[in-house]
């Protein structure tokens, strides 16, 4: 029924879209998060929706271009030193926090190194209680902030730690003024002074948000002053089909991912859009750094089960056609893993290879009967908005002859138990925290086993942690290329995962909407968008 009423409203929409075009003096671009944002600092930044809306808020020392290279945001250059161990970062002297009244009077000051020595601090502080503490603990020495003069910052590391810069980029690392922080306290969330190319105006909970360029902002584009509109108006329509559907009427003019249900209606069998969309959107498909895959507990938990058996586990990834998979299920987006647990998109990595596992039902059938597996039966533990792949994944395993229960529970659920080692069978997915291969590689490593890091197999292999240690002390990019491809080769032999695929980001804009760059990381990065003449 429910399939029905899309298809009526969508029905509707083509009617009605040619009418719904913006006024020509409105410079606003709007997009809906639909699972709308809870905090505006970027120490709470843990979230898609979250990481969206801080990112035009606030900058850091770096920021990524479109090829997930680090490149200069408020620092203008860094070297490393001490053998890795010592980075300096030269700030810009142009650039200034958003006009606030915490300042006195009430204007902007200039951003300095004091800045972002007071900023990572409060990330790292228990009182502050930001998820984002990781990034620090553990890689900082002690006094391992320092401010040589306003332009100039020190950062000491423990030990060597390869992606270190990239991991900067990430928004737990923008800017704040101490200022803000003791104007509003933990209301800071909702009165944000950044440096970014937008700054805060309004925001009604549960209806919109409201960020305006910022006159002030320290970048350009060819000579012209970013962003180049004036700025952003954020809805938070929660239900994923009628916020496509207010993008069809002209409501909105950015439309992230496209909803299972309505799949086939946008897009045809080979992931393209539908011919009768194509004179009003523009589909922007692009590789993004998520992997998603079944987690086997190979510790304890599944010295009872079968699958404490790698030639079982290997088994269960050929019996998987993940091509058909892909075509069925998702309309040919996303790219079936043939490969290992790192994704396409990530610069540098690579998939030529031959290691991976290719779709051979007979022989995963006959492995199975060797090892008298046949009639095994496996509970897999999934969300609901998974369930169709599971259930596809469930008919390739009876087919070698092997049972398995499907359990669905809330995502809240599986994550707590995943976390706690409570499940030997789920699905999950990795989507990068940051671009270097070691924030896959590192949900491998023994000492990250959860819930005090992202290690949800509890696999644990000698010969892996050697080579993840190797590649943190690193800073040949060639060499801990090969360590990485050694140690996702090794992944995929003792296979305490089944790799399904390497998603696609899916963005539907206006064909009026022009410059909007894309990324692996699925960010956009509208200080470059612009409406057509």
Request: net charge negative; hydrophobic share 40%.
């Amino acid at each position: 029924m429910n399939r029905v009423i899309v298809l009526i409203h969508i029905a509707l929409v083509l009617i009605s879209c040619s009418d719904s075009g913006r006024s020509s003096d409105q410079k606003f671009i709007r997009y809906n998060a639909s699972n709308n944002i809870t905090s505006l600092d970027p120490a709470f930044a843990s979230n898609q929706d979250n990481i969206w809306a801080v990112i035009q808020l606030f900058n850091g020392l770096v920021q990524l271009d479109s090829n997930l290279n680090p490149v200069p945001a408020i620092a203008h250059s860094w070297e490393m030193s001490d053998s890795g161990r010592l980075f300096t970062f030269h700030l810009r002297q142009n650039v200034h926090f958003h006009l606030s009244s915490c300042f006195k009077p009430d204007e902007s000051r200039i951003v300095t190194a004091h800045d972002f020595v007071y900023s990572f601090q409060r990330v790292m502080d228990p009182a502050t209680a930001s998820p984002g503490a990781w990034i620090f603990n553990d890689k900082i020495s002690e006094n391992g902030f320092v401010a040589l003069d306003d332009s100039t910052l020190q950062i000491r590391l423990v030990r060597p730690f390869a992606p270190f810069v990239s991991l900067l980029s990430m928004p737990y690392c923008m800017v704040v003024p101490h200022e803000a922080i003791d104007k509003y306290g933990r209301e800071f969330s909702r009165n944000p002074v950044g440096t970014g190319p937008y700054r805060f105006k309004y925001w009604e909970e549960d209806v919109k948000l409201i960020l305006e360029k910022n006159q002030d902002y320290f970048e350009s584009q060819n000579g012209i002053s970013l962003p180049l509109n004036d700025g952003l108006a954020i809805s938070f329509v929660v239900n994923k089909q009628m916020a496509l559907l207010n993008f069809l009427k002209g409501e909105l003019d950015f439309y992230n991912g496209i909803h299972s249900s309505i799949k086939d209606e946008l897009l045809t069998s080979d992931g393209n859009l539908q011919a009768v969309y194509k004179e009003d959107f523009t589909l922007r498909k692009g590789p993004v750094l998520n992997t998603e895959y079944l987690a086997i507990n190979v510790g304890e938990l599944a010295n009872t089960t079968a699958l404490s058996n790698k030639v079982f586990r290997r088994a269960l990834n050929m019996a998987i056609d993940r091509n058909k998979m892909i075509h069925h299920l998702r309309n040919n987006v996303g790219r079936a893993a043939n490969g290992g647990f790192i994704p396409y998109g990530l610069p540098g990595t690579g998939h030529d290879r031959s290691s991976g596992f290719s779709y051979d039902r007979t022989n995963a059938q006959e492995i199975i009967d060797s090892l008298g597996y046949s009639g095994t039966e496996l509970k897999l533990t999934t969300t609901k908005d998974y369930l169709d792949l599971c259930i596809f994944i469930q008919q390739a395993f009876k087919d070698v002859g092997v049972g398995c229960e499907i359990d669905v529970i809330p995502a809240s659920r599986l994550k707590e138990q995943k976390m706690q080692g409570d499940l030997s069978f789920f699905r999950a997915s990795w989507i990068a925290d940051y671009p270097d291969a070691e924030n896959y590689l590192s949900c491998f490593y023994s000492e990250n086993f959860s819930p005090g890091g992202p290690n949800y197999t509890r696999y644990s292999n000698i010969a892996f942690d050697s080579l993840y240690d190797r590649s943190l002390l690193s800073s040949n990019a060639e060499e801990r290329l090969e360590l990485y491809r050694k140690m996702d080769d090794l992944v995929l032999e003792e296979a305490p995962v089944i790799v399904l695929f390497y998603d696609e980001s899916m963005q539907l804009t206006s064909r009026d909407l022009l410059g909007l760059p894309s990324n692996a990381l699925n960010i956009p990065q509208f200080k470059f968008a612009h409406w057509r003449e």
